[in-house]
C-alpha cells in the first residue's frame, strides 16, 4: 500500500512540475516591421493610423483606426503572401505583450483568397477591444503577431520555425476613460417594486481635465430575452473617493417585474453605450421576487436559524458547539448583509423593535401608545419613502410622524385595554385605507387626489378592474405590517 501511495505522489508531483514549466509552443514574436505610436484625427475621439510592410514573400497595407469612445480598435487591409500554404491555410492574429509574454493564441481566423500572380490575399476587417488582445488595465500597448494555421493539423511557426511571419506594435490604444470593477458583491435575490442599493468599489481614471463623460449605474438585462431595464444614473464625481483613482460607488436598483436577471455595476455615456463587453463571466444572474414572498422568505430562515442557535447552546462538546454557533453567525450576516440592501430592512428593524418594546416592562398603555407610533411611522415611511414613485419632501414625512405622535396621545390616558384597542382598529383601517388609495390613485394618474377627488366615491364601482389591475405585491405588504404589530398589541392585552 506504501508504495501505491508513492507512486500517486510521485505522479502528481511530476504533473505539478510539467504545468509549472509548460511554455508558450510558438516561436515567439517577430521583430516589428513598424511601431504605431502617432495617430491622425479622423472623427470624434478617433484616432487612426497607417501601416505598410514590405517583405521578401510577404506585403501588407492597411489602416489601424481607435475610437477612444467605445475602446474599439479597427484593423482593416489587405494581407499578401506568395508562400506555398496547404489548402485550407489560414491567417490567424495573435497578440503579445511588449515584454513578449503571449497574452491571446486564438483570435478569430481570416480565410484566404486566390489573388494574381498566384497570391494568396486575406481581408483584413477586424473590430477587436484591450479585452480581445488580452491587455490587462493598466496596459496600453500590444503586439499584433500575424501566423498561419492549418486547423485542427499544425500552426505554421511551429512546424516551419524560419517561415516569414510580420508583426506590427500598437501603443497609446488606451480609452479616454478606463474603469475596473474591483469589488461589487451582488445579493442573489432582491425584492419586487423596493429600491435596492449595491456598493461596489472600482478604479475609474480618465485622460482629461474635464468631469468624466461616463456615468455610473446598474446594468441590467432580463432573461432569457435580455431586454434592457432601466435604472438611476449617476455622476462619478459623487462617488465616495476613497485613495487615488479607487472610489466607491452605491448604485441603484428597482424591478418593476418580478422573474430572474442579469446585472453588474457598470458605466455608460450618452445613456446608450456602455463600458466594456457583455460578457456572461461579468455579470451575476438574480432573483426578483414579490415582496411578500421575500419578507416571508427572510423571516423563515431567521426563525430557523434563531432555533438552531438555541438548539447548538445545549450540545455537550464544547468545539462541537462553538463550530454549529460560527457557522449559524456566518450564515446569519450573510442574510443581514443581503437584507440590508435594500428598504426591507427598515421593516425588518421596526418589527425588532415593536417586540422589543412589547416585551418590556412598561404600564401597558404607555406600550400601547409606544407600537401604535412605531406602526404608524413604518407604514408612513413605506409609503413615502419606500415603494412610492413619486417625490415626496423628507419635511411632509417628518410633518406626518410629528402629527402621528401628537394624535395618538390620547391612547396614554385610557386605561382600558379594549377601547384603547377599539380606537386604534378605526384608527388602523383609516390610515392603512388612506396609504393604499392615494398610492393606487398615484399609481394611476401620477399625481395624490385632492379632497374633491375623494368625495366622488360613487365612481370607485366602475373603477373596480382597473383599481384590480393596479393592485400589486407591494400593497399586500403594507397589509403585513399592521398584522405583526396587532400581534403584539394582543400580547400587550394578554400579559397586562
Known amino acids: ?63 489601424i483606426e481607435i475610437d477612444r469612445k467605445t475602446g474599439q480598435i479597427r484593423l482593416r487591409g489587405e494581407y499578401r503572401t506568395v508562400q506555398e500554404l496547404l489548402p485550407g491555410a489560414q491567417l ?49 500597448s500590444v503586439l499584433i503577431q500575424f501566423n498561419y494555421i492549418q486547423e485542427g493539423e499544425f500552426w505554421y511557426d511551429i512546424k516551419y520555425p524560419e517561415i516569414e511571419l510580420p508583426s506590427i506594435v500598437i501603443k497609446d490604444i488606451a480609452l479616454i476613460e478606463r474603469f475596473e470593477s474591483l469589488l461589487w458583491p451582488m445579493p ?9 442599493i449595491i456598493p461596489a468599489l472600482a478604479v475609474a481614471r480618465k485622460t482629461h481635465d474635464e468631469e468624466f463623460f461616463y456615468m ?50 457598470g458605466f455608460v455615456w450618452d445613456g446608450v453605450r456602455w463600458y466594456g463587453s457583455l460578457s456572461p463571466r461579468e455579470f451575476k444572474t438574480i432573483w426578483v421576487v414579490p415582496g411578500p414572498v421575500y419578507l416571508t422568505g427572510v423571516a ?33 450576516l450573510a442574510i ?53 414613485h413619486t417625490q415626496v419632501r423628507v419635511s411632509g414625512i417628518i410633518l406626518s410622524i410629528g402629527l402621528y405622535a401628537i394624535g395618538l396621545m390620547p391612547l396614554v390616558l385610557i386605561k382600558r385595554a379594549g377601547i384603547s384597542l377599539g380606537i386604534l382598529a378605526i384608527l388602523t383601517l383609516c390610515g ?24 366622488y366615491t360613487r365612481q370607485v364601482s366602475s373603477l373596480t378592474d382597473t383599481i384590480g389591475g393596479i393592485v400589486n405585491s407591494q400593497h399586500i405588504v403594507s397589509l403585513i405590517i399592521p398584522v405583526w404589530f396587532w400581534g403584539l398589541f394582543l400580547r400587550c392585552r394578554k400579559e397586562g
Open 1 to 63: 500500500m506504501k508504495v501505491l501511495e508513492l507512486a500517486v505522489f510521485a505522479i502528481i508531483a511530476l504533473t505539478l512540475c510539467s504545468c509549472g514549466t509548460k511554455k508558450n509552443p510558438h516561436r515567439g514574436p517577430s521583430e516589428p516591421f513598424q511601431v504605431v505610436d502617432t495617430y491622425q484625427k479622423s472623427g470624434d475621439m478617433l484616432d487612426r493610423s497607417l501601416f505598410r510592410y514590405s517583405g521578401e514573400s510577404v506585403s501588407i497595407d492597411g489602416v
Open 300 to 332: 423563515l430562515i431567521l426563525a430557523v436559524l434563531s432555533f438552531g442557535w438555541h438548539r447548538a447552546a445545549g450540545i455537550d462538546e464544547f468545539g462541537t458547539r462553538r463550530i454549529a454557533k460560527g457557522f449559524l453567525v456566518v450564515v446569519s
Open 216 to 265: 455610473r449605474a446598474i446594468e441590467a438585462y432580463s432573461l432569457p430575452d435580455l431586454v434592457q431595464q432601466e435604472h438611476p444614473r449617476r455622476d462619478i464625481e459623487s462617488a465616495i473617493g476613497v485613495g487615488g483613482d479607487r472610489v466607491l460607488m452605491l448604485n441603484r436598483m428597482r424591478f418593476s417585474d418580478s422573474g430572474r436577471y442579469q446585472a453588474r455595476h
Open 432 to 455: 392603512v385605507s388612506n396609504y393604499l388609495l392615494m398610492e393606487i390613485y398615484a399609481d394611476y394618474f401620477l399625481d395624490y387626489p385632492t379632497l374633491r377627488v375623494l368625495g
Open 92 to 140: 490567424a492574429i495573435q497578440s503579445y505583450a511588449l515584454s513578449g509574454e503571449l497574452l491571446v493564441r486564438d483570435l478569430p481566423r481570416i480565410d484566404f483568397r486566390s489573388g494574381l500572380d498566384g497570391e494568396n490575399v486575406a481581408t483584413l476587417s477586424q473590430v477587436l477591444t484591450p479585452t480581445d488582445l488580452g491587455l490587462r488595465f493598466e496596459e496600453d
Open 336 to 388: 443581514a448583509g443581503m437584507a440590508a440592501t435594500n428598504g426591507y430592512v427598515v421593516v425588518f428593524l421596526f418589527f425588532g423593535l415593536g417586540m422589543i418594546v412589547s416585551g418590556t416592562s412598561w404600564p401597558r398603555e404607555i406600550r400601547i401608545y409606544a407600537l401604535a407610533f412605531t406602526m404608524f411611522v413604518l407604514l408612513e415611511i413605506y409609503w413615502s419613502w419606500m415603494f412610492t
Open 188 to 196: 442573489r435575490i432582491v425584492p419586487q417594486g423596493i429600491e435596492t
